[in-house]
């Protein structure tokens, strides 16, 4: 798996790319990174990428011909056409599914665009796809894309100490789409407040119990949609409707 990442400041992704768990992912050639500079493939000696926008207004648009040439130079690189990704906030919100679909690809040419934007014939052209992290604008696509490769990467075999780790995360349709419970450890007790009972007794049923209610209890408080898509889904069992409907009669009881 290879992701081309297209960015005016390839310095930010050194931290990603050599710490934390997922630089297991990078080192050991499982999710290859390269980073390119439109910059080096601009004109003149200031090689600018970077014009006033027609029509006037304010910021600067990234011209489209450093771009274009920067993309023409990785797919001969690749010997492929890819899924050619820019990151905006037009695009589809990234989730767990979308993530889920990249880890099992052969990878993509990521576009982190900066300023005001990019020159829309860039896109229309070239462009395949748009992600967005949510409702909110970034100075550019370079966080965004840091954390579609984290991600990516945590997914990949024996990047995790544990290979179940993943498994149990929030959003795992694997699972069952929930939010994740809670999680304790030592000390049993902190500033007054104790480690529920049935993580301490060693009961296994009984803990996966307690785990799963945990889930469907914050997956109904917070993100009741989720709870809606796991029904729809028959991810439900009836232990589990008896228990939110439970929670929902206490809810609607009358004090």
């Not at 993509?108 to 604008?137: K, M, N, P």
């Not at 990047?159 to 939010?179: I, K, P, R």
């Not at 991810?235 to 809810?251: C, I, P, T």
Request: charged share 20%.
């Amino acid at each position: 798996m290879r992701f081309d990442v297209v960015t005016l400041f390839p310095e930010l992704f050194a931290p990603l790319l050599t710490t934390g768990i997922t630089r297991r992912a990078y080192e050991s050639g499982l999710v290859d990174v390269q980073l390119h500079n439109p910059r080096d493939f601009a004109q003149g000696n200031y090689r600018r990428v970077d014009d006033r926008p027609f029509g006037g207004g304010p910021g600067m648009v990234m011209m489209a011909e450093p771009l274009s040439k920067c993309l023409s130079s990785i797919q001969t690189a690749r010997q492929s056409e890819v899924p050619v990704v820019l990151f905006s906030p037009v695009g589809q919100a990234l989730n767990h599914a979308m993530v889920t679909r990249w880890a099992a690809s052969q990878g993509a040419v990521l576009i982190c665009g900066r300023y005001e934007g990019i020159d829309q014939r860039f896109i229309d052209t070239h462009v395949t796809e748009q992600i967005s992290l949510g409702d909110f604008v970034l100075s550019g696509g370079e966080i965004a894309a840091m954390a579609l490769l984290d991600a990516v990467a945590r997914l990949q075999p024996g990047v995790l100490g544990d290979a179940q780790s993943h498994v149990q995360d929030s959003f795992n349709l694997a699972l069952d789409g929930l939010l994740d419970c809670p999680h304790y450890t030592r000390p049993e007790h902190w500033e007054g407040q104790a480690v529920p009972e049935v993580l301490l007794g060693g009961h296994h049923l009984q803990i996966e119990r307690w785990r799963r209610d945990q889930r469907l209890l914050l997956s109904q408080r917070l993100r009741p949609e989720l709870i809606d898509q796991a029904r729809l889904a028959g991810g439900l069992s009836q232990v589990d409707e008896e228990f939110l409907a439970d929670y929902n009669g206490r809810l609607t009881d009358p004090l």
